[in-house]
């Protein structure tokens, strides 16, 4: 069975400190891996994604995540948080022959001034 | 080009009320997925559609919850009769291909039941 833990329940940080969210998966083949972001009464936005190949990824509004086979993370990082990244955060695992994403229960970030 | 659109966002009904949630997916998109999000939790699914045909429902509490997805276009979800544990937010989301891939999800509807 797949699944996802996301051990923060929230964050607070300061605006212009970095920011890194935990995420670790679990399943039993080659994993796709999602980083989406959920502003408050919005729905979900990709961040980011891994399908294969490099393991630091790259995505939208300064993020970047690192995929670490060995530890079955897959970690989202900002260098400098700005208040508008105060969202709520969701790791998310697939597979290449699956059709179905397994959320975490998500991380809420708060942004102090 | 236009996003994942879903009406209506708030919906305020008693227990035993039927409800029904709309989304028109983005053009050119053959699965569409409905997801169910509790507050303080991820999205869950509940259904997923290739096209017309519903190809995954097996978390669709079929007792009371139904969906129909008529020329492989938009979708409806319905709840009848609708409990208290229903209150929630349901996300649709559609992505272009069928295998795992980005969703482009919707706003949500949110759910109230009293």
């Known amino acids: 069975a797949q699944s996802v833990t996301q051990p923060d329940i929230h964050i607070t940080v300061s605006e212009g400190a970095s920011l890194e969210l935990r995420c670790n998966y679990s399943y039993g083949a080659t994993p796709y891996l999602f980083w989406y972001v959920q502003s408050p009464g919005q729905g979900l936005q990709l961040l980011l994604k891994y399908f294969s190949g490099d393991t630091l990824v790259q995505g939208i509004k300064g993020f970047e995540a690192e995929f670490k086979r060995s530890q079955s993370s897959f970690n989202l990082r900002k260098p400098s948080v700005h208040w508008s990244d105060a969202a709520e955060y969701f790791c998310?695992?697939?597979?290449?022959?699956?059709?179905?994403?397994?959320f975490g229960a998500g991380t809420t970030v708060t942004v102090r001034a | 080009e236009a996003g994942v659109v879903q009406s209506p966002r708030y919906k305020i009904i008693e227990k035993k009320q039927p409800v029904a949630f709309w989304c028109n997916p983005i053009s050119g998109h053959n699965t569409l997925y409905w997801y169910l999000q509790n507050l303080g939790q991820g999205p869950e699914l509940l259904i997923r559609?290739?096209?017309?045909?519903?190809?995954?429902d097996s978390q669709l509490p079929k007792d009371r919850f139904s969906a129909e997805r008529l020329k492989g276009v938009d979708s409806t979800l319905k709840i009848q009769p609708a409990e208290l544990g229903d209150s929630a937010v349901y996300l649709c989301?559609?992505?272009?291909?069928?295998?795992?891939?980005?969703?482009?999800f919707g706003e949500g509807s949110r759910l109230t039941v009293l």
């Open positions: 559609y290739e096209n017309e045909e519903a190809v995954d």
């Open positions: 998310a695992v697939g597979g290449a022959n699956d059709y179905k994403l397994s």
């Open positions: 989301a559609s992505s272009p291909g069928g295998k795992t891939g980005e969703l482009f």
